[in-house]
C-alpha cells in the first residue's frame, strides 16, 4: 500500500512513456486521455529536465483524444478511433503509439483493440496502458519499453558477438539521459563493444526496431528496466547483466571491467584502455589540486536523487572528491528488496566512510533526517557543525539550501534552474563535468 | 444564485466553445444568436492536447500565499506544478518578501484506491500537510480519478476540518468534465466561495465611534478590488494601481498571490473590477448577490482604448468621471508621443496573434494603434466575454479567426496561407511556433509589463526590438521540420471542426 509524496520527483507512467517517445526520432504519441494530461506532462517534463522541449511533435501539438464526460459515460473506443485516423492523416512520423490515461483505463477502453484495427496502415500503431494509479516515470518508461521490445523490435536469430543495448536510463526522467547514453557508448567502444543506446546522438528508429541483434543487454541501473530486460530476454533471447550508473573515473573503470571481464576481453587491453582514459582524466583533475588544496575544498555531501545517481555521486563524492558523505536520501517507490540491494552499494568505500542512506519520497523529509544524523546546536559555546557542506540533488532541495547556506548542485529531476543539452555526468567525461559544476559552484563567487 | 457542489461546465454555463473557423464578421453574427450559434458544440476530429481544468486551477491555486496544495489523484496529476517551483516563489515575493516558496502533495492514489476509494490517502495527506508545514489554507484539487471512484472530498475536508490548524478547501476540477479549461476559474471560485469567502468578525467593529465608523464607511466606498490573474505581472498590478490611486482609489487584487484574509478583507469594497471578463464572472456575481457588492466586467485594461474605456467604467461608479477624463487625456497624450518612434518602424507590418480571446483582441487593437496590420487572430475559446472588446477594433469584419485551445496545427495551416510578419502568441507551442522561422513576441506574461499605458508602451518596445533579429528562429524553420503532412497544408484549416 503507497503512501502521499510531498513534492514527488517524477510524472506518472504516461510521463515515462511520453518522455521515451519525445527521445525517439518521428514516432507520434497518440494521447488517449482528458485534455489536460498531455499538457501537464509536458510542462512538468519539459522545465524539470532542464529545458527538454516539446520537439518534433510534444508540447501542444501532441495529438490527443480529449475525452470529456459523455466519452467517459458512452465509452471512448470510437472517439479513439476517430482520433488514430485523423492523427494518421495529418501528423508525418514512422510509429504511432497510443498511451492511455486514468479515466480510460477505468471504464475498460481497450487501446489495444482499437490500434489492431489500423494494422494494415503502412506505419505501425500500437497501444501501451500507462495510467498513472499503476506507476511513475519510470514505470512509464519501462512499459513503453517492453511494449516496443515485444511489438516492434523484430527478431533476429543471428547475434552480433559483441554488440550491446543500454538501457535503464530513462529519458526525461533522468536529466542528463543524452550525454549520458552518449559517454557510455564512447566508454564501451574503448573497448572494442558497440553499443546501440536506441535514442542516443544518431540513433533512429531502426536501431530500436534492430536492436534484437545485440548478444547483451547492459542495464545500468539496480532497479529500472526490469520489465524491458526481461522482454529482450524472453522474446529475443537476449541476457542482461545490471550495473550500477557509473560515475567518474574509478566507477567507470570498474564497469568497463566487469564488461570486459563478460566478453572475454583480453586484460592488456582493458589495462591499456584505461591508462589512457586515467592520464586524460588525472591531467584535468591535476588542475584543481592547487586550489583545491590552497582554501581547502572538501565539503560535507549530502545527496538526494533516484535509485540510479543517488548510490553513484554518494560514492564519487566520497572516493573521488575525497568529501564525507554524511546523508544520502533515495526518493523513489522502491520494493524492500530493491532497497536491501541498493543499501549495499554504500559498502566498501576506498574513503572507509559510509553515509546514512534513507529511503524516503517526501520532499521535506530530507531536513529532518539532516537533524537526525547530525547532533543539534543546543546553544553550546563551541558546536561543531555539518560545514562547510554541498548538496547535490534537485531543485526542490532549494529551500535547504537557502535556509543552511548549503550550495546546491542540481543533478535529480527536477533541473529547472539549468539548461541541459548533451552535458554528462556518467562514464570519465562525466565525472569531469561533474568536478567542474561542482567547484565552479565553490569559485562562482570569485 | 445557488453553489453548486462543483462549478458547471462553461459549455453548459455560458454556451461557450472551442472550435471556430471563419472571419470576425461570421464569428460576432454566431455569438449573436441566442444558443452562442454552433459554436457551443462545435469540436475536432483531430484534437492536440491542451490544459484542463485541473491544471489551470493550479494556475491560481499556486500562487496563493500560507497555503499548501494537495492533488487528489494518482501520482501524475499536477506534476506540471515542478515548472514553477523557482518562479512561482520569485513572483510571490514581489507581492510579499517573505513569502514561502509553493508546496504541494500527491496523495498518490493507486490501483488498491481506485477500487477500495481514495478517502484514507486523503486524510492522511491533510493531516501530514497540516502538521508538517502549518499553512493557513489547505487546498485539495480534485482529479479525474476521485470523480470516477465517487470520493466526496467535500465531506471528507468537512469530518477533518475540526482535526486541522489550516482551513481546507475543496476544488472539484476533474479534467474530463468539461472541454472548456476555462471552467477551471469557476471551480476555483467555488471552493473560495465555500470555505473563504466570509465576513470576518472584527473585535473593534462593536467598540468604534460613530466618526470612526463612517471614517471607515467613507473609506470602504472609495475601495475597488480589481480581480487579477496568474499570468499578468506585479509591474502590471503596480500600473493599475497607478492608474486607480490617481483617482483617489484604494485597490485590492485578489484571487492570485492572495493569503486567507484577503478574501474577507475584500467584502469591504465598494465594486469589483475584472482584468479579464472570462475569468471572474462566476464570483462576482456571486458577491453581488449574496454580499452586495456591484461589479463591473467589461473590457481588458490593454491598449490605449481598452484602458480609457476600462478606467472611465470605473470612474462612473465612484463619480469620478471628469477626474478620469483628465488623467486619460494626459495619459493618452504622453504615450500617444512616445509610440511615435516605434510607429515610424512597425507601419504596415502584418501581426498574427494568438491566446486568450480577451487578450488577443484587446491586443490587436494595440497592433491597430501602432499602425500595424492584423494578419489574424486564435482564440483559446469564444463566449460573450469578448463582445465589448471587439469594439476597439477597426476594419475587423474581413479578419480571420480562429477559435481554438491551443492545437498549433491550425496555426500551421493559417500561418502559411497569412503570411505576418510577427507572431503574438501564447505560451505552450514554440516547439512548433520556432519553425515558421518567425519573430514570436509572447503573447502578455508574469515577467513583463503589458497592461496599462506602460505596458501598452512596453508591448510597442518589446515589438520593435523582438523584430529586429529572428534568426534563431530562422534556423530552426530551416534545419528543423514540422510534423504535419504536406497534404494537410493543401486542406482548409477548419478541415477538422465538425458541427
Given at each position: 500500500?503507497?503512501k502521499?509524496?510531498?513534492r514527488?520527483r ?15 526520432p ?36 501532441t ?27 495529418i ?50 518508461y ?22 550491446v ?90 564497469f ?9 576481453i ?12 586515467q ?23 549530502v ?11 554518494s ?35 576506498e ?6 542512506v ?13 537533524s537526525e ?17 554541498v548538496i547535490l ?24 534552474n ?12 562525466g565525472?569531469?563535468?561533474?568536478v ?11 | ?14 454556451k ?13 453574427s ?10 457551443n ?18 494556475g ?23 515548472g ?29 484506491d ?5 478517502e ?28 470516477l471512484i465517487g ?22 476540477c ?26 470576518r ?30 499570468s ?32 474577507s478583507n ?15 464572472d ?6 453581488a ?17 481598452n ?7 470605473i ?26 518612434p516605434f ?10 496573434i ?5 487578450r488577443?483582441?484587446?491586443?490587436a ?19 460573450q ?7 476597439s ?14 492545437h ?5 495551416n ?10 503574438i ?74 458541427k
Open positions: 500500500m503507497s502521499f509524496v510531498d514527488p517524477y510524472g506518472c507512467a504516461m510521463a515515462g512513456a511520453l518522455g521515451v517517445l519525445r527521445a525517439i518521428r514516432a507520434i504519441p497518440i494521447i488517449h486521455a482528458s485534455a489536460g494530461c498531455g499538457y501537464n506532462i509536458y510542462n512538468g517534463t519539459n522545465a524539470g529536465s532542464g529545458y527538454l522541449g516539446g520537439g518534433y511533435c510534444g508540447a501542444a501539438s495529438p490527443s483524444s480529449n475525452v470529456v464526460e459523455r466519452d467517459i459515460v458512452f465509452g471512448g473506443e470510437e472517439r479513439l478511433a476517430e482520433q488514430i485516423q485523423s492523427t494518421l492523416e501528423m508525418d512520423g514512422d510509429l504511432y503509439v497510443i498511451v492511455t490515461g486514468c479515466m480510460v483505463e477505468m471504464i475498460g477502453d481497450d487501446s489495444v483493440a482499437v490500434a489492431k484495427t489500423f494494422a494494415d496502415h503502412n506505419k505501425p500503431v500500437l497501444a501501451v496502458s500507462t495510467p498513472s494509479f499503476k506507476g511513475n516515470s519510470y514505470y512509464g519501462d512499459i513503453l519499453m517492453e511494449a516496443l521490445v515485444k511489438q516492434y523490435v523484430i527478431s533476429k536469430k543471428q547475434k552480433t558477438e559483441r554488440k543495448n543500454i538501457l535503464g536510463i530513462v529519458p526525461g526522467q533522468d536529466v542528463f539521459w543524452k550525454g549520458n547514453l552518449k559517454e557510455i557508448k564512447r566508454v564501451l567502444h574503448l573497448i572494442g563493444i558497440e553499443a546501440n543506446t536506441l535514442f542516443g546522438e544518431g540513433e533512429t528508429l531502426d536501431d530500436i526496431k534492430n536492436s534484437a541483434d545485440a548478444a547483451l543487454n547492459i542495464v545500468v541501473s539496480d532497479v529500472y528496466a526490469s520489465l524491458t530486460a526481461e522482454a529482450y530476454q524472453q522474446e529475443h533471447h537476449i541476457p542482461y547483466i545490471r550495473t550500477a550508473l557509473p560515475v567518474g573515473y574509478l566507477q567507470t573503470a570498474k568497463i571491467r566487469v564488461i570486459g571481464k563478460h566478453f572475454a583480453d586484460e592488456n587491453k582493458i589495462n591499456q584502455v584505461l591508462a589512457k582514459e592520464d586524460v582524466y588525472f591531467d584535468y583533475i591535476e588542475r584543481v589540486a592547487d586550489i583545491y588544496n590552497d582554501v581547502d575544498f572538501q565539503r560535507y555531501g545527496v538526494v536523487a533516484d535509485a540510479n545517481y543517488a548510490p553513484a555521486i560514492e564519487f563524492i566520497s572516493d573521488e572528491l575525497g568529501w564525507l558523505p554524511q546523508l544520502t536520501v533515495i526518493t523513489d517507490f522502491l520494493t524492500e528488496e530493491q532497497k536491501d540491494l541498493l543499501t549495499k552499494r554504500f559498502d566498501g568505500y574513503s572507509g566512510l559510509k553515509p546514512a534513507r529511503f524516503d519520497t517526501d520532499t521535506s523529509s530530507v531536513r529532518r533526517y539532516l544524523i547530525w547532533e543539534k546546536d543546543s546553544n553550546q559555546k563551541y558546536y561543531d557543525s555539518l560545514g562547510p557542506s540533488g534537485s531543485v526542490f532541495e532549494k529551500e535547504l539550501s537557502d535556509e543552511f547556506q548549503y550550495p546546491l548542485i542540481t543533478l535529480a529531476f527536477p533541473v529547472t539549468r539548461v541541459v543539452f548533451n552535458r554528462t555526468y556518467a562514464g570519465f567525461n565525472g569531469l563535468t561533474l567542474e559544476d561542482v567547484f565552479s559552484s565553490l569559485v562562482a563567487g570569485r | 444564485m445557488t453553489i453548486e457542489n462543483a462549478a458547471p461546465p462553461r459549455e453548459e454555463r455560458l461557450a466553445g472551442i472550435a471556430f473557423c471563419g472571419t470576425c464578421a461570421e464569428l460576432r454566431t455569438l449573436d444568436k441566442e444558443d452562442g450559434g454552433c459554436l458544440a462545435a469540436n475536432r476530429s483531430f484534437s492536440q492536447t491542451h490544459g484542463c481544468q485541473f491544471t489551470l486551477s493550479l491560481i491555486l499556486n500562487s496563493l500565499r500560507n497555503t499548501v496544495v494537495i492533488m487528489h489523484g494518482p501520482i501524475g496529476c499536477g506534476f506540471c506544478s515542478t514553477n517551483v523557482g518562479t512561482g516563489k520569485a513572483f510571490k515575493r514581489l507581492r510579499d518578501p517573505k513569502a514561502e516558496g509553493l508546496i504541494w502533495l500527491s496523495s498518490n492514489l493507486d490501483e488498491t481506485v477500487i477500495a476509494g481514495g484514507k490517502k486523503l486524510r492522511e495527506t491533510i493531516l501530514y500537510a497540516d502538521k508538517e508545514f502549518r499553512p493557513e489554507t489547505i487546498v485539495v484539487a480534485s482529479s479525474c480519478v476521485p470523480a470520493d466526496d472530498v467535500d465531506a471528507i475536508l468537512d469530518g477533518l476540518q475540526q482535526d486541522t490548524a489550516a482551513e481546507l478547501v475543496p476544488i472539484i476533474e479534467g474530463f468534465k468539461t472541454k472548456l479549461m476555462a471552467t477551471a476559474y469557476d471551480a476555483v471560485y467555488n471552493g473560495i466561495i465555500k470555505k473563504l469567502t466570509k465576513y468578525l472584527r473585535d473593534e467593529y462593536f467598540t468604534e465611534s460613530e466618526f470612526d465608523k463612517q471614517k471607515r464607511q467613507y473609506q470602504i466606498s472609495r475601495t475597488v478590488n480589481v480581480f487579477n490573474v496568474g499578468m505581472s506585479r509591474a502590471d498590478e503596480i500600473e493599475i494601481k497607478r492608474l486607480l490611486q490617481a483617482l483617489d482609489l484604494t485597490v485590492n487584487f485578489l484571487p492570485c498571490y492572495s493569503a486567507l484574509d484577503d478574501f475584500a467584502l469591504e469594497a465598494s465594486l469589483n473590477v475584472s482584468i479579464c471578463g472570462t475569468h471572474d462566476y464570483y462576482l456575481k456571486y458577491i448577490e449574496h454580499f452586495h457588492i456591484p461589479y463591473l466586467i467589461d473590457t481588458i485594461p490593454i491598449g490605449r482604448k484602458t480609457n474605456r476600462w478606467l472611465l467604467k470612474a462612473e461608479n465612484f463619480g469620478v468621471v471628469e477626474e478620469a477624463k483628465v488623467l486619460i487625456k494626459q495619459e493618452n497624450a504622453i504615450l500617444d508621443r512616445s509610440l511615435e510607429r515610424k518602424i512597425l507601419k504596415g507590418k502584418r501581426a498574427y494568438s491566446g486568450g480571446e480577451v488577443i483582441i484587446a491586443t487593437e494595440v497592433v491597430q494603434d501602432l499602425g500595424m496590420e492584423i494578419a489574424g487572430l486564435k482564440g483559446h475559446h469564444i463566449d466575454f469578448v463582445k465589448p472588446i471587439f469594439e477594433l477597426e476594419n475587423s469584419d474581413d479578419i480571420y479567426i480562429n477559435i481554438a485551445t491551443q498549433p496545427f491550425e496555426q500551421v493559417l500561418v502559411r496561407r497569412l503570411k505576418p510578419d510577427v507572431l502568441i501564447h505560451t505552450g507551442a514554440g516547439n512548433i511556433t520556432a519553425k515558421h522561422g518567425l519573430p514570436v513576441l509572447p503573447l502578455y506574461g508574469p515577467s513583463y509589463n503589458y497592461l496599462g499605458y506602460s505596458g501598452t508602451y512596453e508591448i510597442a518596445r518589446r515589438l520593435n526590438r523582438i523584430m529586429k533579429n529572428s534568426q534563431f528562429n530562422k534556423n530552426l524553420s530551416k534545419y528543423r521540420s514540422l510534423p504535419y503532412r504536406d497534404e494537410w497544408y493543401e486542406k482548409e484549416p477548419f478541415a477538422y471542426i465538425k
